[in-house]
C-alpha cells in the first residue's frame, strides 16, 4: 500500500512541509492507477501497483511546472509498461 512515509522514502524526503502536497499527490495517482486497472491502493495491491502509483507520484512531484523546450511532461516509460501489465489482459494503455 502506497502511503505517505513510503512516497517520502522513495523521494529521499525529509521532514513535513511537502506533507499535504505528497497526500494529495498520492491521492491522484492512485485514483489514475485504479481507473485503469480497477485495482485499489490496499494491501492486497500488488507491488506492481505500488510502483506505478510512487513513479507517477515522483514524476508528478519533480516535474511541478515545466517550462523548457524538452518535454518533461511525458511519464516515463517505466510507468507505461508496468500499468499495462496490470491492465486486464495486459493491454496497451
Same mark, same amino acid.
Given at each position: 500500500?502506497?502511503?505517505?512515509?513510503?512516497?517520502?522514502?522513495?523521494? &529521499? %524526503?525529509?521532514?513535513?512541509?511537502?506533507?499535504? +502536497?505528497?497526500?494529495? %499527490? @498520492?491521492?491522484?495517482?492512485?485514483? /489514475? =492507477?485504479?481507473? #485503469?486497472?480497477?485495482?485499489?491502493?490496499?494491501?492486497?495491491?500488488?507491488?506492481? +501497483?505500488? #510502483?506505478?502509483?510512487?513513479?507517477? =507520484?515522483?514524476?508528478?512531484?519533480? =516535474? &511541478?511546472?515545466?517550462?523548457?523546450? #524538452?518535454? +518533461?511532461?511525458? =511519464?516515463? /516509460?517505466?510507468?507505461?509498461?508496468?500499468?499495462?501489465?496490470?491492465?486486464?489482459?495486459?493491454?496497451? @494503455?
Amino acid at each position: 500500500m502506497v502511503t505517505l512515509d513510503s512516497v517520502k522514502s522513495h523521494l &529521499r %524526503l525529509d521532514g513535513d512541509e511537502e506533507s499535504f +502536497y505528497l497526500q494529495t %499527490l @498520492i491521492e491522484a495517482a492512485s485514483g /489514475y =492507477v485504479t481507473s #485503469i486497472t480497477n485495482i485499489e491502493n490496499d494491501d492486497s495491491a500488488p507491488a506492481t +501497483y505500488d #510502483i506505478c502509483v510512487l513513479l507517477l =507520484v515522483g514524476h508528478w512531484f519533480n =516535474v &511541478r511546472e515545466a517550462a523548457s523546450e #524538452i518535454d +518533461y511532461r511525458k =511519464v516515463p /516509460y517505466a510507468f507505461g509498461m508496468l500499468l499495462q501489465s496490470l491492465r486486464p489482459g495486459g493491454s496497451l @494503455i
